[in-house]
C-alpha cells in the first residue's frame, strides 16, 4: 500500500512550485503540456494561447464555463494559467503545503476563476459530484500509486466526476524510464536505492525509496498497462505520447537555439515522434489521454 505520508513529506521539501521553470527540462515539459491542453482542451477560441490570456468560451447550452479539476495539481502550475484563461479550475492536492501556498497565490492574484483548492487524496474523490466537472488534469498521483486497487479507484473517482464525453489527461512515468533512472540513483545516491529496491523495480515498476529525502513511493507503469487501466474504467483512448518526446535529456541544448523558426520546428518534430512506443517508454513522463464514454 502506498505510504501516503512519505508522499506528503517529500513534497513539503521539494519545490514543486517551482520545478517547470528552475531548468530547461522542467520548462519544456512546461511547454509541451501546454500545447498538448492547447490542442485537446474542449471551450476554446483559435487555441488557447495562455501568453495572451485568450478567454475560454462558455458552454453554449448552460451558459456556464468549461469546469476543469486539476487533481494532484500541487502549488498550481496549471491551474493559474488555465484559471486567468477563462476555464473554471478546482485544484485539489494531497499536499497541505502544496496547497497553503496556491491559496495565498489566488488571494494575491484574487483569481475568482480559481474556485477553490480542496485537501484531496486521489483514490477518493467524495468531496465532489457525480459528472461534475468538464476536464480532470491527473498531473501526478498516477506517479505515486504503487497498488493495482488505489490506481483503479483513482481512475473510477475520475470517471465519476467527470461529465459524459469529458476528457482526462493522466501523465505517468513509463516503466524503462521510472526503472533505468533509478541505477542512476542506486550509483549517486546509495542510502535511497538498494540492489534489492533496483530488482524490484525492474520486476515490478515499484520503487520505496530507503531513505527520507528523494522522489518516495514511484510507480513506473508500461503503457499498455494505463490503457489496460482506463479502458477497463469507461475511457476511450484519444491519444497516448511522450511528453518531452526526443527532448528529453537534450533541454539545454534546445532552448539554446536562437532561431525561433529552428526552435518551433524542433518542436514540431517532437510532436510529430511522441506517439513513437518507443519513444514513449523510455523519453521521461508520457501522457494518455481519454474520453469517458457516455453510455
Request: one cysteine or more; a negative charge.
Amino acid at each position: 500500500m502506498t505510504d501516503f505520508n512519505k508522499v506528503k513529506h517529500y513534497y513539503s521539501h521539494f519545490d514543486e512550485k517551482n520545478r517547470l521553470r528552475n531548468d530547461n527540462s522542467g520548462k519544456l515539459e512546461y511547454l509541451m503540456t501546454m500545447q498538448i491542453l492547447e490542442k485537446y482542451l474542449p471551450g476554446v477560441d483559435d487555441g488557447m494561447n495562455v501568453t495572451h490570456r485568450q478567454k475560454a468560451r462558455t458552454d453554449s447550452g448552460a451558459g456556464k464555463k468549461i469546469s476543469i479539476l486539476d487533481l494532484g495539481g500541487g502549488a498550481g502550475v496549471y491551474s493559474f494559467p488555465l484559471a486567468k484563461a477563462g476555464y473554471e479550475v478546482t485544484l485539489a492536492d494531497l499536499s497541505e503545503d502544496l496547497l497553503a501556498m496556491a491559496r495565498k497565490q489566488k488571494e494575491e492574484d484574487d483569481l475568482k476563476n480559481l474556485v477553490s483548492c480542496d485537501h484531496v487524496n486521489a483514490t477518493d474523490l467524495c468531496s465532489y459530484k457525480n459528472d461534475q466537472f468538464d476536464v480532470v488534469l491527473l498531473f501526478g498521483p498516477l506517479y505515486h500509486l504503487l497498488e493495482n486497487d488505489e490506481r483503479q479507484k483513482c481512475v473510477a473517482e475520475v470517471y465519476r466526476v467527470l461529465k459524459p464525453c469529458g476528457k482526462v489527461f493522466a501523465s505517468f512515468i513509463p516503466y524503462l524510464s521510472g526503472s533505468i533512472a533509478l541505477v542512476s540513483r542506486f550509483c549517486w545516491s546509495p542510502e535511497q536505492v538498494s540492489v534489492e529496491i533496483l530488482e524490484k523495480a525492474f520486476e515490478s515498476g515499484k520503487f520505496n525509496n530507503l531513505s527520507d529525502h528523494g522522489f518516495q513511493e514511484g510507480y513506473y507503469p508500461k503503457s499498455e498497462e494505463i490503457e489496460k487501466l482506463f479502458a477497463e474504467n469507461g475511457f476511450n483512448k484519444i491519444n497516448m505520447r511522450s511528453i518531452r518526446g526526443f527532448g528529453y535529456e537534450k533541454e539545454d541544448m534546445i532552448f539554446k537555439f536562437k532561431n525561433k523558426s529552428a526552435f518551433k520546428h524542433i518542436l514540431e518534430l517532437i510532436n510529430q515522434t511522441a506517439c513513437d512506443k518507443s519513444i514513449i517508454e523510455t523519453c521521461g513522463h508520457a501522457m494518455y489521454i481519454g474520453e469517458k464514454n457516455p453510455v
